[in-house]
């Protein structure tokens, strides 16, 4: 175990009468797209600034928890997980878009640099051109850049770290309100709504601040392919992910059962494909499995990457889960008597994707579910 103040949940229910601490930015406002491409058709965002606002609304409204504004850590955190030439390009991108294309309000690739391209011509060259850089560091066409997107990034990466502080300081549960979502984000691209992959900089720092071993359980809809690149060949930080079968469900590449790692990280990766229809048993059923591979692995600190779009209604989803599922799902999480740094990911039904999270959190934190 850790020398930090990384103490068992069970030893510390008394630190819940100042209230579950929420870590939330006004900055994720800045990323405020106006449209996005799905299937070839444009459409209103679905990933917006509502659905973080709903979110703090509930939770603000609720006297279990308690927000606080992050704290800025710079761009180290950032580094240790991502490619340097790739920060570089967040940064400057919206600027280099707009010097390039001065009437665009937002920036959306028209192309990707698929491997069949230069197959057998060797690797390529990272272009120089703005329209070109995008396009090479993009993964789809549903992820938009626009003028504030690199603050909101910033600030999103900034709350997982203030709440990986706070649950290295002692407490039990700390949720990071984080907006971008970004586990979809590996070393050096983005997609997925994702810029910088908030759970893995808060695991790589909670490692670098002395945890020996830190598990990312991954609850979204979504797999989520960028911590599993970023950490495949780690044995300090396993990643376990319940998630839509990628055979019908984004990302489609990634999350397969028999991807497990690779090197020294083998067995450290494990994916649990989820089939159309899912139920709330069911659910829970393969989340007991995944909780077991997490205990089993004796981590120090565990980051949750939560996404509430396994919800039925989710205009993402094809499960069948319920509202009922959520609190009992946080209780389980709980049952690892673990710290828990609890990041948000997904989750678009806007007017309930709030009392989803809140009931999350109830049962992570071990208080009784909202009308129980």
Do not use: K
């Amino acid at each position: 175990m850790c020398g930090l103040s990384c103490h068992r949940a069970a030893d510390q229910r008394d630190r819940y009468g100042a209230g579950v601490r929420v870590v939330y930015s006004p900055e994720h406002r800045r990323h405020d797209p106006r449209c996005e491409i799905q299937t070839g058709e444009a459409v209103s965002p679905i990933e917006s600034p509502a659905r973080a606002e709903a979110i703090r609304r509930v939770l603000d409204a609720d006297p279990a928890f308690q927000l606080t504004l992050p704290t800025q850590h710079g761009t180290a955190p950032l580094t240790a997980v991502h490619d340097a030439d790739y920060l570089a390009f967040l940064e400057r991108c919206w600027d280099d878009w707009a010097h390039a294309l001065p009437r665009q309000r937002q920036a959306i690739p028209d192309s990707f640099p698929n491997p069949a391209l230069r197959a057998g011509m060797g690797p390529g060259r990272v272009p120089s051109g703005a329209i070109a850089r995008l396009s090479f560091y993009a993964f789809d066409t549903a992820t938009v850049v626009v003028p504030g997107t690199y603050a909101a990034a910033r600030a999103a990466a900034d709350v997982a770290l203030t709440a990986t502080d706070l649950v290295l300081a002692g407490d039990p549960v700390a949720y990071a309100l984080c907006r971008p979502p970004g586990h979809h984000a590996p070393r050096a691209a983005f997609g997925g709504y994702c810029f910088l992959n908030n759970a893995a900089i808060a695991a790589e720092h909670a490692r670098r601040a002395g945890a020996e071993r830190v598990a990312i359980l991954d609850v979204d809809y979504h797999h989520g392919n960028g911590t599993q690149q970023i950490f495949y060949e780690r044995p300090d930080v396993l990643y376990v992910s319940l998630h839509g079968d990628p055979d019908r469900a984004y990302p489609y590449f990634a999350g397969f059962v028999d991807e497990c790692g690779a090197g020294f990280g083998t067995g450290a990766t494990c994916n649990f494909p989820l089939g159309e229809g899912c139920d709330d048993a069911t659910f829970l059923a393969e989340l007991g499995r995944a909780l077991d591979m997490v205990e089993s692995f004796d981590p120090d600190v565990v980051v949750v990457s939560l996404g509430v779009d396994t919800y039925g209604p989710d205009p993402l989803s094809d499960l069948a889960v319920t509202d009922d599922l959520f609190h009992p799902a946080g209780v389980a999480v709980a049952g690892l008597d673990l710290p828990l740094v609890i990041v948000q990911e997904g989750g678009y039904a806007v007017d309930v994707m709030g009392l989803l999270v809140q009931q999350f959190l109830r049962g992570s934190a071990r208080l009784p579910a909202v009308g129980s």
